[in-house]
């Protein structure tokens, strides 16, 4: 089981920055996909993006194209979410998540095995 443990979450007035970080445990971590998720209050988890294995490919969701960017340290065994050009409704707790696959399995809960505790992440208009 890989453990993954979240910071960088805050508050932040819309049109800022934020950079979430992921650190994770486990040798094999620049074996797995890597990817991020967020939920917001009476909200189902939505996915929000994720990274392959190598760093090589990456798949956002339609609402953060353009906006967010994820990228990966394996030598840190650590992942990023770049958040710009932040809006209110991108209020909500992120996740850190990764799937026991080297290509992007998908946008579902359902496809990822490990998740970390969330970080808080609010957008004041």
């Known amino acids: 089981q890989v453990q993954l443990v979240e910071s960088g979450g805050g508050l932040v007035q819309a049109g800022g920055s934020l950079m979430l970080s992921c650190a994770t445990s486990g040798r094999t971590f620049s074996t797995y996909v890597m990817g991020w998720f967020r939920q917001a209050p009476g909200k189902e988890r939505e996915f929000v993006g994720a990274i392959n294995w190598s760093g090589g490919y990456t798949y956002y969701a339609d609402f953060v194209k353009g906006r967010f960017t994820i990228s990966r340290d394996n030598a840190k065994n650590t992942i990023y979410l770049q958040m710009n050009s932040l809006k209110p409704e991108d209020t909500a707790t992120y996740y850190c998540?990764?799937?026991?696959?080297?290509?992007?399995?998908?946008?579902?809960?359902?496809?990822?095995?490990?998740w970390g505790q969330g970080t808080q992440v609010t957008v004041s208009s």
């Open positions: 998540t990764s799937s026991a696959t080297r290509s992007i399995p998908g946008t579902s809960v359902l496809f990822y095995n490990s």
